[in-house]
């Protein structure tokens, strides 16, 4: 069987799968997996839809993951066509999806095709986890897949996640690892009162910006060899009823801390109790672990994924912990080297995303590659 990755893309970003929503998707891909000797499993729960496909029982088990979900399109007055109409312009094709990641489910799926038409007795075993889940809460996606699998001591040993990740040419840069993501809600609590009269009130503004300035200058930790510095950033701050007579009786603060395996969830949470407290501050707060990080070190799969983007294109590829989160952080659970890799990004979750046909005719071959460095000695 030969994928046409073009086709297949198109056929992918007709379907209206906006987060949860699958639209079929995963059907499709269903249909063409089973004939090349997959045993397909759909994994559902609340809605979202995700599928857990492998091909082979012996290890190395190498899995490529990606979501078959797309964010909304924004006004779609503003597209040059509809969103999920896919329309080809100059060599380029653009839609809803057309660079996260619909380009990178039909590539995997075509490199699969062309690998098993080579290599029909290949060692090891190959799988797909696809999911409509990840651009949105990601609770009922990858995560769920992850832990039925750890449920039955399952794990790939490999893993390559489509996320796009190349920024000028195609194979520039791949991810080998995440930083973290910690956020928190904390609300400074003050006593409103007229601004003419501050004896009798407490204005938490005030209370806070000694603290807020120190934690700005904070040097969290300085990155090792893999990942930048931890990085804290506040997002939101609301205060006040909108009258310019009233001291605020409190203030709302959202803040998030991108943070490198040099942190921990712990001694961020430690270190910033420690710098309210140290100024005196009234609060409450409430923390929320959106992800840990992960990092996969130079060894197997990183070096496959490089040989193979070098063989196909001629490029020395990046290593890059940069960006925000991504399922990798999941998979990470199970499986002991994830690298993500896929389509260039300039386009991703904007208006007019889109994809240039070269890089469809690339991808599939890179990623074929990567199948060959890994299973086929």
């Not at 098993?116 to 986890?129: F, R, T």
């Not at 039955?152 to 996640?161: A, K, M």
């Amino acid at each position: 069987m030969e994928i046409n990755t073009l086709e297949l893309t198109q056929q992918l970003i007709a379907r209206r799968s906006v987060t949860p929503d699958d639209a079929g998707c995963i059907d499709t891909l269903i249909a063409i997996l089973e004939p090349l000797g997959f045993k397909c499993e759909k994994i559902s729960a609340n809605g979202v839809d995700n599928l857990w496909a492998r091909r082979g029982t012996q290890a190395p088990l190498v899995c490529f993951a990606g979501h078959t979900d797309v964010v909304p399109t924004g006004p779609i007055e503003h597209w040059m066509n509809d969103p999920f109409t896919p329309a080809i312009k100059d060599g380029v094709l653009y839609g809803r999806g057309a660079s996260d990641m619909k380009s990178s489910l039909a590539a995997f799926v075509a490199a699969i095709a062309g690998f098993v038409k080579e290599h029909p007795n290949h060692a090891g075993s190959i799988a797909v986890l696809f999911t409509s889940d990840e651009e949105g809460p990601a609770v009922d996606g990858t995560v769920r897949v992850v832990e039925a699998l750890a449920r039955r001591g399952e794990s790939p040993d490999y893993c390559i996640v489509g996320e796009p990740t190349s920024v000028s040419k195609l194979g520039d840069m791949i991810k080998n690892g995440r930083r973290g993501s910690l956020s928190a809600n904390l609300v400074v609590k003050g006593v409103q009162g007229h601004v003419a009269y501050p004896h009798l009130a407490k204005n938490p503004i005030h209370d806070i910006a000694a603290a807020i300035a120190e934690m700005a200058q904070t040097e969290w930790d300085r990155g090792n060899e893999y990942f930048p510095p931890t990085t804290w950033q506040i997002s939101n701050f609301n205060a006040g009823t909108g009258a310019n007579n009233v001291i605020p009786g409190t203030a709302h603060i959202k803040f998030n801390f991108r943070f490198a395996t040099a942190s921990t969830v712990e001694s961020l949470q430690t270190r910033v109790i420690g710098i309210l407290d140290k100024h005196g501050v009234p609060y409450d707060i409430e923390w929320r672990y959106d992800g840990r990080p992960y990092l996969t070190k130079k060894g197997d799969l990183v070096d496959a994924v490089a040989r193979a983007i070098k063989k196909v294109t001629g490029i020395d590829t990046e290593l890059s912990t940069t960006g925000g989160t991504s399922d990798g952080r999941f998979i990470a659970d199970i499986c002991p080297q994830v690298v993500e890799f896929g389509p260039t990004n300039a386009t991703i979750h904007k208006i007019n995303e889109c994809i240039r046909l070269e890089e469809l005719e690339t991808l599939p071959k890179i990623y074929q590659q990567i199948l060959v460095n890994l299973l086929v000695r």
